[in-house]
């Protein structure tokens, strides 16, 4: 636990292991909301807001609820089937406070927002993040967890902003008739894939 | 045992976030102005965006604050303006309808130097190649307006778009669908209103060979009623703010070299010179 680990692991999830790039995770608001990049950065910041906070609850009910309840009876992993149920009730809630915030503070955002925040409920990415945090060695300390789900969500930040950037300017290219719409998109983000594949490697 | 176990776990769990979901909600409450939700009522709830506000609710907030006027809403019309006045407690201001007028009267006979056109049957394809019809400003008859109106209220006939006024709403979407920016939306002030059909600004020689019933651009109108036409670019425009539908225009309609002035309302467009024509022979006959 040092600060070197630390920084192996942000590296790690936002870049090596990208979600959306190497986990194929939160594929849907990457293509649906990346037509504009200031629609696609605020975006990439809900989901970061909501999975760092998502990631730090659940690693907090899985070490500190469910785990010791489970001690208690005598198998520790008693009630580990919980875990699914329980985080999805977390990322909703999450979602609910993001939602209740932002039309507080930030109205404009919250309009321009519309029906994406609420399916960041459904953002695999979120509960993947967290079922990931929950399955590896390095994640057991509360700080890790909280630094690998921040991670995370950058990378997904970073992924969405890069793919709304290029098709702002595909947008005014002279795309191949058959490629046009969905088909250019899919190339793009196979090439950003193939591209991010370079990250391996670092922090080794 | 596990399973009540279980139960009773996720039923805490339930209770801490159900807690923390009702404590923000009263921390974060936004106070909007009720008047925004009674007025979002009352809209016709279209979300045309003809007011130019991203939709009713929008529009609501911008009345509420001062930024737009009572009557604003197109489709709601008198009757919408009256009640939204109401919730804020002020007095309507009577004004004309806004309704669309189209500047073009060239029916298919009238038109010349059409060709065969096989492109894309849309205005906006046909207006980019630009050949289907030797008229450059005229209606292309392709219904890109009839597609873009939500309520019904237009038809295609004899190649020119037909309003039907009592389904219209005014909300403007057919004169931002038409490329060739004829369609105008004017106060109708009267049942009836006088329109110069035609948006042709070439000099006379070309509108003669483009269409049979174009402006030509001579200013006997302007001549005869100098505060009521302007003479530009070789095109006769009628000030809508000085016009009140009510003028004697019968003189204008004998001297005009064309049938350019058309009366669009209820019923149905008529040229203006025929119903001039049947007039005096009505008068004639008694």
């Given at each position: 636990?040092?600060?070197?680990?630390?920084?192996?692991?942000?590296l790690?999830?936002?870049?090596?292991?990208?979600?959306?790039?190497?986990?194929?995770?939160?594929?849907?608001?990457?293509?649906?909301?990346?037509?504009?990049?200031?629609?696609?950065?605020?975006m990439?910041?809900?989901v970061?807001?909501?999975?760092?906070?998502?990631?730090i609850?659940?690693?907090?009910?899985?070490?500190?609820?469910?785990?010791p309840?489970?001690?208690?009876?005598?198998?520790?992993?008693?009630?580990?089937?919980?875990?699914?149920?329980?985080?999805?009730?977390?990322?909703?809630s999450?979602?609910?406070?993001?939602?209740?915030?932002?039309?507080?503070?930030?109205?404009?955002?919250?309009?321009?927002?519309?029906?994406?925040?609420?399916l960041?409920t459904?953002?695999?990415?979120?509960?993947?993040?967290?079922?990931?945090i929950?399955?590896?060695?390095?994640?057991?300390?509360?700080?890790?967890?909280?630094?690998?789900a921040?991670?995370?969500?950058?990378?997904?930040?970073?992924?969405?902003?890069?793919?709304?950037?290029?098709?702002?300017?595909?947008?005014?290219?002279?795309?191949?008739?058959?490629?046009?719409?969905?088909?250019?998109?899919?190339?793009?983000?196979?090439?950003?894939?193939?591209?991010?594949t370079g990250?391996?490697?670092?922090?080794k | 045992?596990?399973?009540?176990?279980?139960?009773?776990?996720?039923?805490?769990?339930?209770?801490?976030?159900?807690?923390?979901?009702?404590?923000?909600?009263?921390?974060?409450?936004?106070?909007?102005?009720?008047?925004?939700?009674?007025?979002?009522?009352?809209?016709?709830?279209?979300?045309?965006g003809?007011c130019?506000?991203?939709?009713?609710?929008?529009?609501a907030?911008?009345?509420?604050?001062?930024?737009?006027?009572?009557?604003?809403?197109?489709?709601?019309?008198?009757?919408?303006?009256?009640?939204?006045?109401?919730?804020?407690?002020?007095?309507?201001?009577?004004?004309?309808?806004?309704?669309?007028?189209?500047?073009?009267?060239?029916?298919?006979?009238?038109?010349?130097?059409?060709?065969?056109?096989?492109?894309?049957?849309?205005?906006?394809?046909a207006?980019?190649?630009?050949?289907?019809?030797?008229c450059?400003?005229?209606?292309l008859?392709?219904?890109?307006?009839?597609?873009a109106?939500?309520?019904?209220?237009?038809?295609?006939?004899?190649?020119?778009p037909?309003?039907?006024?009592a389904?219209?709403?005014?909300?403007?979407?057919?004169?931002?669908?038409?490329?060739?920016d004829?369609?105008?939306?004017?106060?109708?002030?009267?049942?009836?209103?006088?329109?110069?059909?035609?948006?042709?600004?070439?000099?006379?020689?070309?509108?003669?060979?483009?269409?049979?019933?174009?402006?030509?651009?001579?200013?006997?109108?302007?001549?005869?009623?100098?505060?009521?036409?302007e003479?530009?670019?070789?095109?006769a425009?009628?000030?809508?703010?000085?016009?009140?539908?009510?003028?004697?225009?019968?003189?204008?309609?004998?001297?005009?070299?064309?049938?350019?002035?058309?009366?669009?309302?209820?019923?149905?467009?008529?040229?203006?010179?025929?119903l001039?024509?049947?007039?005096?022979?009505?008068?004639?006959?008694?």
């Amino acid at each position: 636990m040092s600060f070197g680990t630390m920084i192996t692991i942000f590296l790690g999830v936002a870049l090596v292991n990208n979600l959306v790039f190497s986990g194929f995770l939160g594929i849907c608001p990457f293509l649906g909301v990346s037509r504009k990049v200031d629609m696609a950065f605020g975006m990439g910041c809900a989901v970061t807001f909501v999975i760092t906070v998502s990631g730090i609850v659940t690693w907090l009910i899985v070490h500190g609820v469910l785990t010791p309840i489970g001690n208690a009876i005598g198998y520790a992993e008693a009630l580990y089937f919980l875990k699914y149920v329980a985080f999805i009730m977390v990322i909703a809630s999450m979602v609910q406070l993001v939602e209740m915030y932002l039309k507080k503070f930030f109205p404009a955002l919250y309009t321009a927002f519309g029906v994406f925040l609420p399916l960041i409920t459904t953002n695999c990415a979120i509960l993947g993040t967290c079922l990931y945090i929950d399955m590896k060695p390095e994640t057991q300390h509360l700080l890790n967890a909280a630094i690998y789900a921040f991670g995370g969500g950058i990378g997904f930040l970073v992924a969405i902003t890069i793919m709304a950037g290029i098709r702002e300017h595909i947008r005014f290219s002279d795309v191949p008739k058959c490629f046009q719409g969905a088909g250019i998109t899919l190339l793009v983000a196979a090439i950003l894939a193939l591209a991010f594949t370079g990250f391996t490697g670092i922090g080794k | 045992m596990t399973v009540l176990l279980a139960a009773v776990v996720l039923f805490g769990l339930v209770l801490v976030f159900a807690g923390l979901l009702g404590v923000a909600k009263e921390k974060l409450k936004v106070d909007e102005d009720p008047r925004i939700g009674e007025i979002t009522e009352v809209l016709p709830s279209a979300n045309c965006g003809g007011c130019g506000y991203a939709g009713c609710a929008d529009f609501a907030k911008a009345v509420v604050e001062g930024k737009a006027e009572c009557d604003g809403c197109p489709v709601g019309g008198a009757k919408t303006a009256e009640e939204v006045a109401k919730i804020l407690g002020v007095e309507v201001v009577k004004t004309a309808p806004i309704r669309p007028v189209i500047h073009c009267g060239a029916k298919n006979h009238e038109k010349l130097g059409r060709v065969p056109y096989e492109g894309v049957e849309t205005c906006t394809e046909a207006h980019i190649i630009g050949v289907t019809q030797a008229c450059t400003y005229g209606c292309l008859g392709f219904a890109d307006c009839v597609a873009a109106c939500n309520f019904d209220a237009l038809r295609m006939e004899d190649g020119l778009p037909i309003v039907d006024y009592a389904k219209c709403t005014g909300c403007g979407a057919c004169a931002k669908a038409c490329p060739r920016d004829i369609i105008e939306n004017i106060p109708f002030k009267q049942e009836r209103m006088l329109v110069v059909a035609c948006s042709n600004k070439e000099p006379v020689k070309l509108v003669k060979q483009a269409c049979t019933v174009g402006c030509l651009g001579c200013g006997l109108c302007q001549r005869l009623f100098d505060d009521l036409f302007e003479v530009k670019s070789n095109l006769a425009r009628l000030d809508y703010e000085k016009y009140t539908g009510e003028e004697d225009l019968n003189p204008l309609f004998k001297k005009c070299p064309t049938e350019v002035f058309v009366y669009f309302g209820t019923p149905k467009p008529q040229r203006a010179k025929q119903l001039a024509k049947e007039a005096e022979a009505v008068a004639a006959s008694n």
